[in-house]
């Protein structure tokens, strides 16, 4: 009998490492014969994201299918996940979506100039100090940041159309009651463009727009993954609950903030692309 192993996404995604060790783990196992990644994540930084995906793509190459359960929200970088999945089965009342890219610059120019301070900045380039909080953006470092964010998305785009083409076509057919044959790459293309604006979804809408395959819960996960990987019988079922200790940002996002993410963000004092549910 082989085996299903369950990876738990569980909050913001901003380090790459734990689950890449375990994608490896499971992967070169052989009685691990499926992977189901648990989402339960608004997203996380670009980068990390991207890095996950990858691994998971060397999986699924392997021959090993995976299948991907969205819990109370799986939206942003969340869902970038779970479009590497063979299969995503949805809660109808996930939130889920949320395609898109952002950054985010704090600008304190105005209380600056009220308490009488002023940073002295010298930079190499105009662009070197792009993002500074001393004072507000030009035009121009807006248009360049916004090239940035665009390429970023557009990434994010082509991931989710390679993953999830033919679903999204169905579902163009639904919608104009003619056969999938009849729908071009390029309207089903556009189509995910549409409902890549960043807009939330319900699990149940996802799934009319075909970006879920199934609505259902966890154990319907399991079951897909063991239908698909032609497992039979009762599931043999293997995980690895990471332990995570709060540090002073988190207990200070939960008392100020309301948001772990957003205290982990000042505490880690840096810029970056993100794939977020906002």
Known sequence: MGQVAVIEFDGAIYDSRYYIRLIHKYGSN????????????????????????????????????????????????????????????????????????????????????????????????????????????????????????????????????????????????????VPVSKVPAREARQFLREMADGRVMSGREAKEAGLVDELGGFDDAIETAMRVAGLHGRPIIVSERRRKEPGWADLLGSWFLGSEPQASRLARNRVSLQYMLH
């Open 30 to 177: 052989p009685f691990v014969k499926a992977l189901v990644l648990r989402i339960d994540s608004p997203g996380g930084e670009v980068g990390p994201v991207q890095e996950i995906v990858g691994e998971l793509r060397k999986f699924r190459d392997s021959g090993k299918p995976v299948v991907s359960s969205l819990a109370g929200v799986a939206a942003s970088g969340g869902y970038y996940l779970a479009s590497a999945s063979d299969r995503i089965v949805s809660n109808p009342g996930t939130l889920t979506g949320s395609i898109g890219v952002l950054m985010e610059f704090p600008d304190a120019e105005n209380l600056l100039k009220k308490i009488g301070v002023k940073f002295v900045v010298v930079k190499s380039g105009r662009f070197k100090d792009t993002g500074s909080f001393a004072r507000s953006m030009t035009e121009e470092e807006l248009a360049q940041l916004r090239r940035t964010v665009n390429d970023v998305y557009e990434q994010f785009l082509d991931e989710v159309w390679e993953g999830r083409r033919e679903p999204i076509k169905e579902a163009v057919a639904r919608l104009r009651g």
